[in-house]
């Protein structure tokens, strides 16, 4: 169990580990399949972001209920967490999100002082530091292919997961991720519903995904089939950009779950959450992952790439109804030696290896769990997902069922 601040032990903050689950393109000629080049994990950008923190509530301690009303909710708990600072003489103006529709809560800058008093309240279930977590850059070897130029592929992982299929539904898929490329032709995006975590500069523009990575991610679950390009496993179902990661694939944890906390309020039953992105295990994000299911969202979650207990890491080792953790293996059904393992909270096991997708501009072949994820996503628009044998050569001899449709 990992430490947090609570009441009365105020000296005990919680150490994270970096977020980060980042990816890097593969070589542009088809025949290298290495995967021991994977998602890059950089943690030198995890460290604590000094004198800000994520203040969880005990919802007991809240007069108002939580009306799917994402406005209301959100003016409600920001008055709830100004009233419970003014009694501590803190500012109102050192709230930064508050998050009133997934977990209740705020984050804030906080001093020693001020943490100190705050911790001891009743309200305050517990307390974590908020952290930086990045992607890495890319490896400069550009997109394969570009816009209608190419005729349309079918990439393994879509076949050996059964998608590709027409999709009819009605579900939408948000992506918490880098953001998504609006103007991508393989893309039916729907800005209109989506959050950005920045507010300023070039990354307050919601059209845009200065990254690439959650453009990625959004091809493999829904690129059209129109004849260019690439094919999804649901075929021109609505993704939705929940803008969490800068241009430079950076963010913190609390902007992952102000993300988290609009998909809760804004998702339907019927709809899909992908969150391709994690670190070290995080209790405020892995509760609202958690609330986020329990509100009929059905989440695919990333289980990382350090080939270790996935565990030790969040969101990946969030449990709860409609979550699901996903591991990556390469064709052959052969385990990918970078990604993290554990059952719980491994659900299923999907193509994570020279997965070629969308990128803004053109397309990319990436590895990594954030490229197995975005399967088991597509599959949960698709409906019940089926399991079709299991990986080869997994650590410990567990059996990991592969994801079908």
């Given at each position: 169990m990992k430490q947090l601040w609570r009441k009365p032990t105020i000296y005990g903050?919680?150490?994270?580990?970096?977020?980060?689950?980042?990816?890097?393109?593969?070589?542009?000629?088809?025949?290298?399949?290495?995967?021991?080049?994977?998602?890059?994990?950089?943690?030198?950008?995890?460290?604590?972001?000094?004198?800000?923190?994520?203040?969880?509530?005990?919802?007991?301690?809240?007069?108002?209920?939580?009306?799917?009303?994402?406005?209301?909710?959100?003016e409600a708990m920001r008055k709830v967490s100004s009233d419970l600072l003014a009694k501590y003489r803190i500012s109102a103006e050192s709230i930064e999100y508050v998050y009133g529709s997934s977990i209740e809560g705020f984050s804030a800058a906080l001093t020693d002082e001020q943490l100190a008093d705050l911790s001891k309240d009743p309200s305050i279930k517990y307390i974590e530091n908020d952290r930086f977590f990045a992607l890495a850059p890319p490896d400069g070897k550009g997109p394969k292919g570009g816009g209608g130029s190419t005729s349309q592929e079918t990439p393994w992982g879509i076949t050996r997961v059964g998608g590709g299929a027409a999709y009819n539904g009605g579900g939408k898929a948000f992506i918490i991720d880098s953001g998504i490329d609006s103007s991508h032709e393989d893309l039916n995006v729907d800005a209109s519903l989506g959050f950005n975590a920045f507010t300023s500069g070039k990354d307050a523009d919601i059209l845009v995904d200065g990254n690439g990575h959650g453009t990625h991610v959004s091809g493999t679950i829904a690129a059209k089939d129109n004849e260019v390009g690439v094919i999804g496993v649901a075929p021109g179902a609505t993704v939705i950009p929940v803008k969490?990661?800068?241009?430079?694939?950076?963010?913190?944890?609390?902007?992952?779950?102000?993300?988290?906390?609009?998909?809760?309020?804004?998702?339907?039953?019927?709809?899909?959450?992908?969150?391709?992105?994690?670190?070290?295990?995080?209790?405020?994000?892995?509760?609202?992952?958690i609330s986020l299911g329990s509100a009929g969202i059905q989440v695919a979650l990333a289980a990382g790439n350090e080939s270790t207990d996935a565990n030790t890491k969040s969101p990946a080792s969030a449990n709860g109804n409609n979550i699901y953790t996903v591991a990556a293996f390469k064709e052959g059904d052969i385990w990918a030696s970078f990604s993290n393992y554990g059952n719980p909270p491994i659900d299923y096991a999907a193509p994570g290896v020279g997965i070629l997708s969308t990128v803004p501009g053109g397309y990319a072949s990436y590895n990594g769990t954030s490229m197995a994820s975005p399967h088991v996503a597509g599959l949960l628009l698709l409906g019940t997902i089926h399991s079709d044998g299991t990986v080869n050569n997994a650590p410990f001899g567990v059996s990991y069922p592969i994801a079908h449709h």
């Open positions: 903050a919680i150490a994270l580990g970096a977020m980060t689950f980042a990816c890097q393109p593969q070589d542009d000629n088809p025949s290298i399949q290495n995967d021991d080049v994977v998602e890059y994990v950089k943690y030198q950008n995890g460290d604590i972001i000094p004198g800000k923190y994520i203040v969880r509530l005990n919802p007991t301690n809240i007069n108002f209920r939580k009306t799917k009303n994402y406005a209301a909710d959100t969490v990661l800068n241009s430079r694939g950076s963010g913190s944890y609390s902007g992952v779950i102000a993300g988290i906390n609009w998909v809760t309020s804004h998702g339907s039953n019927g709809d899909v959450a992908n969150m391709s992105l994690g670190g070290g295990f995080s209790q405020a994000v892995n509760d609202a992952v």
